[in-house]
């Protein structure tokens, strides 16, 4: 995984077909996605609950791109490992999950996997000011974690360009998650953005049998982000 600021489309498999995830992400590469988004939800830091680590492990060998994993769970420790030995190439943690933020993300970079934080909409940037050294990936939510297909939260957006002018030169993605789409997606590639998660947007349309909206799903989403960053394909 090498570092570059280039957009990156990451689909979110919480909007495929939970009894097709294989067919699915094969689908949405061939599409273009350059990342596979996985959300692991534990009914108890968000209220609502998706998949562990078996059927993360189940899925890794249909990624040919790179495996994304969100862990909206908490505690956090305890699973980094067995999210480790299922594959991910990066493992993101919440800073509210815990209060040993430090520690999770030494223990994330223990196991040679990419370490990420995301940020609630409610929480400030100070939170992850004194670990950036331990940082590849600060995930800024755009809705409250929980659930596909909420409303895109503006006021992350200034926070996403603070963000940037904090990260400075240091190789760290900017990911957003949540109500990414063509309208959207412009507003944070412009304030600094590398890495677009999108569920609802790009599986809306598609399906396995036809997967052709996927294609023109994340054409449109890309398009609109690079026009904004001035990096036209
Ligand atoms: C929300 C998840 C997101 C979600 C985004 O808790 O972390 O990754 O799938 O879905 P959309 O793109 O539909 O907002
Ligand atoms: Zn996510």
């Known amino acids: 995984m090498s570092f570059d600021r280039s957009i990156k489309i990451a689909p979110s498999i919480l909007a ?24 692991v939800m534990d009914n108890h830091f968000v209220p609502n609950l998706t998949f562990g680590p078996a059927m993360c492990a189940a899925i890794r060998p249909h990624i040919k791109t790179v495996m994304d994993v969100h862990l909206m769970i908490s505690p956090v420790d305890a699973s980094v490992e067995a999210y480790a030995k299922a594959g991910a190439d990066v493992i993101t943690a919440h800073a509210e999950a ?69 990260i400075a030169e240091r ?28 569920g609802s947007a790009v599986f809306k349309g598609g399906s396995v049998a036809a997967p052709a909206a996927y294609g023109t799903n994340i054409a449109s989403i890309r398009a609109a982000a690079e026009q904004a960053t001035g990096r036209m394909v």
């Open 16 to 39: 495929a077909d939970f009894a097709n995830f294989g067919a699915e992400i094969r689908a949405v590469e061939a599409a273009g996605a350059d990342w596979i988004h996985v959300d």
């Open 98 to 166: 815990g209060p040993h933020l430090h520690r999770t993300l030494q223990l994330i970079r223990a196991f040679k996997v990419k370490a990420g934080v995301a940020l609630n909409p409610g929480t400030p940037l100070s939170a992850i000011a004194h670990v950036l050294d331990l940082v590849d990936l600060v995930c800024v939510m755009t809705v409250n974690p929980g659930f596909g297909g909420q409303k895109f939260i503006e006021s992350q957006i200034a926070k996403v360009r603070d963000l940037r002018a904090m």
């Open 171 to 198: 190789p760290i993605h900017i990911e957003i998650d949540g109500g990414v789409d063509p309208v959207t997606a412009p507003l944070v590639a412009a304030a600094g953005a590398d890495v677009l998660v999108a």
